[in-house]
């Protein structure tokens, strides 16, 4: 296999793990709200203390599994951009993706997403801890 089949299939598996994570996200959603639609329905205080933290173990694994496929695409990403320095340096054809995603003035939007995503998943867990005590 030569560089630029590997590429195409390296760039393949990231769209792989992109749609991966949507659905992660999407079923835990769906899973948690059924979950608390449940709970909700049922009289107050007859749910048994440990069924109540059912949703948040749910999204706390949820969010693992997405950060493995996040540093995953990381690590992809890192070795398809020594590919484009390989394949682009020599020749006048426009930097690729990776490449021009990692340079300087992308940086802070690179931050923004990873970090963004982070800040996401944590208040997701807080507010289930939160509301998971109410019930």
Not at 48 to 76: D, E, G, N, Q, W
């Given at each position: 296999?030569n560089h630029?089949?590997?590429?195409?299939?390296l760039?393949?598996?990231?769209?792989?793990y992109?749609?991966?994570?949507t659905?992660?996200e999407f079923y835990?959603?769906i899973?948690?709200g059924?979950?608390?639609?449940?709970?909700?329905?049922?009289?107050s205080?007859?749910l048994?203390?440990t069924?109540?933290y059912?949703?948040?173990i749910?999204i706390?694994?949820c969010?693992?599994?997405?950060?493995?496929f996040?540093m995953?695409?990381?690590?992809i990403?890192?070795?398809l951009?020594?590919?484009e320095?390989f394949?682009?340096t020599?020749?006048?054809?426009?930097?690729g993706w990776h490449r021009?995603?990692?340079?300087?003035?992308?940086r802070f939007?690179?931050f923004?997403?990873?970090?963004?995503?982070v800040?996401?998943?944590?208040?997701a867990i807080?507010?289930?801890f939160?509301?998971?005590?109410?019930?």
């Amino acid at each position: 296999m030569n560089h630029i089949e590997e590429y195409k299939l390296l760039q393949k598996e990231i769209i792989y793990y992109i749609g991966a994570n949507t659905r992660t996200e999407f079923y835990c959603a769906i899973s948690v709200g059924a979950i608390y639609a449940y709970y909700l329905s049922q009289p107050s205080g007859k749910l048994p203390s440990t069924v109540k933290y059912i949703p948040l173990i749910i999204i706390a694994l949820c969010a693992l599994r997405c950060l493995s496929f996040v540093m995953h695409m990381f690590a992809i990403s890192k070795y398809l951009r020594q590919i484009e320095e390989f394949a682009f340096t020599e020749s006048n054809e426009p930097v690729g993706w990776h490449r021009y995603w990692k340079q300087k003035e992308n940086r802070f939007l690179n931050f923004v997403g990873v970090y963004a995503g982070v800040l996401v998943w944590a208040l997701a867990i807080v507010f289930c801890f939160l509301f998971s005590q109410s019930l």
